[in-house]
């Protein structure tokens, strides 16, 4: 029989660049990789949205404080507080925040190693992994993240 878990504000991790933060509610390595949750905080509007699809992953988004462009199935639209959006295995999807210091809670399911990439992510975003073409895309491939040129 398996029993719950706990996990503390003091417990939790995460990860930071310039413009963004990450907090790992629930760590992929929690659930095996079952499900986790993330919240992200963007502090200034980004310009550009990795548009992408997953092959395994169920993605969830809700947003929890200002507003985000969402790209979904080559539809955009700007989701505000309190609203969600379900994207399931295979589904091209974007997002970048429309507001400064805009969150939004993220979780995955189906996803042993999602931590790995946002701390992977964000060595690359602050300059401390340096890939090439071939490589970045081999990294977010093994994270089962197919990026799609629009």
Do not use: W
Not at 22 to 37: E, P, Q, R
Not at 44 to 66: C, D, M, P, R, W
Not at 102 to 107: D, E, F, K, W
Not at 120 to 146: C, P, R, S, W
């Amino acid at each position: 029989m398996s029993t719950g878990k706990v996990i503390l504000t003091s417990n939790k991790k995460g990860t930071k660049t310039a413009n963004s933060e990450y907090t790992f509610h629930i760590s992929s390595y929690d659930t095996d990789g079952k499900v986790c949750l993330y919240e992200a905080l963007f502090k200034n509007h980004q310009q550009n949205k990795s548009v992408h699809y997953h092959k395994l992953i169920t993605e969830t988004f809700t947003v929890l404080e200002g507003e985000f462009y969402f790209y979904l199935d080559k539809d955009e639209y700007v989701l505000g507080k309190g609203d969600s959006l379900v994207i399931p295995p295979y589904t091209i999807h974007g997002f970048r925040s429309k507001a400064p210091n805009s969150r939004v809670m993220i979780a995955f399911s189906d996803s042993r190693n999602r931590d790995d990439f946002f701390i992977e992510l964000a060595q690359i975003v602050n300059g401390e992994m340096i890939l090439n073409a071939e490589e970045t895309e081999a990294f977010y491939n093994k994270y089962d993240q197919y990026n799609v040129p629009l």
